[in-house]
Each structure stands twice: as C-alpha cells, then as structure tokens.
C-alpha cells in the first residue's frame, strides 16, 4: 500500500511538474494582439511587457500588459510568444534574460 501511495504522489508530482514549464501547446491559432494605450511609466527603469493571449479552461483570454522592473540594470525582457512548432501552437512564457 505504501509503494502504492509513493507511485502516485511521484506520478502526480512529474505531471505538475510538467505543466509548469516555460512552454505548452494548444491546437489553433490565436487571435491577433490586441493594441492600445500603454501611458507611462510609473518611475525610472521600467520596461513594458506586451500583453498577450492564453489559455484557460479551454478558451483564449488575454492578459494585460504591464510596467515592469528588470531584476538587474543589464537584464532584457524576452517577450512571451505564440510559436507553431510540429503542428501545434506553442506558448513561450516570457522571462527576464540575464
């Protein structure tokens, strides 16, 4: 029974895993962005991050874009992108580079 209880809760444990990478798939295309008024920035050093489309239960939401502080002074923002790889759409999370 313990061997059991183990099994599962290292199986669950590598599908959560799984999930949370920096890339996952969906079948279709997204919409088009969306565009509007980014305004200014709320103090020195911020960079905006586009919004972007995602995927919740089943559907395509977008996320607002918003004013973001680099980590260090020579980090670069690499913005989240729908890429479509081996017939499938694959979403790229963005990340501060390094």
């Known amino acids: 029974m313990k061997t059991l209880v183990l099994m599962s809760t290292l199986a669950v444990g ?8 920096r890339a996952y798939v969906a079948y279709g295309a997204p919409p ?5 008024f980014v ?6 050093g911020y960079v905006w991050a586009d919004g972007y ?7 395509w939401a977008w996320v607002q ?8 002074p020579h980090a670069v923002w ?12 694959r979403f790229h999370k963005g990340y501060w580079r390094h």
């Open 65 to 72: 874009g918003t004013w973001q502080r680099p980590p260090h």
């Open 14 to 21: 590598t599908i959560l895993t799984g999930c949370a990478g």
């Open 78 to 89: 690499v913005a989240p992108a729908w890429r479509q790889e081996h017939g499938a759409w």
């Open 32 to 36: 088009p962005p969306r565009y509007g």
């Open 39 to 44: 305004g200014t920035a709320p103090g020195p």
């Open 53 to 59: 489309w995602d995927r919740r239960g089943g559907q």
